[in-house]
């Protein structure tokens, strides 16, 4: 069990071992929780954003697709679309 202090202006600091064991950083946002009866929980927000992107990398790393590979296909692509719909305007 670990004892927190709150200090001024509400802060209170998360133990350097649990903020290395949950990869907190600096800055990291974190979601309060209202149990009720005086007690509550702190989860990490992660936003829907970082999760997917964080994903979308670990994806890409197991194809070994380099991030000039997505960026030439996005060109491609894009080519491909003005074609189809803006050349023959």
């Known amino acids: 069990m670990t004892t927190l202090q709150i200090r001024s ?4 600091t998360i133990p350097a071992s649990l903020r290395k064991k949950y990869g907190l950083d600096d800055g990291e946002t974190l979601t309060l929780i209202d149990l009720g009866s005086g007690s509550f929980m702190l ?5 829907k954003i970082n999760r997917l992107g964080d994903r979308i990398a670990k994806q890409l790393k197991e194809d070994n697709v380099s991030l000039d ?3 030439s296909a996005l060109d491609e692509e ?10 023959k305007r």
Request: charged share 25%.
């Open 69 to 71: 590979d997505l960026l």
């Open 9 to 12: 202006k509400g802060t209170i």
């Open 43 to 47: 989860t990490p927000k992660v936003s």
């Open 78 to 87: 894009r080519k491909h679309y003005y074609k189809a719909h803006y050349a």
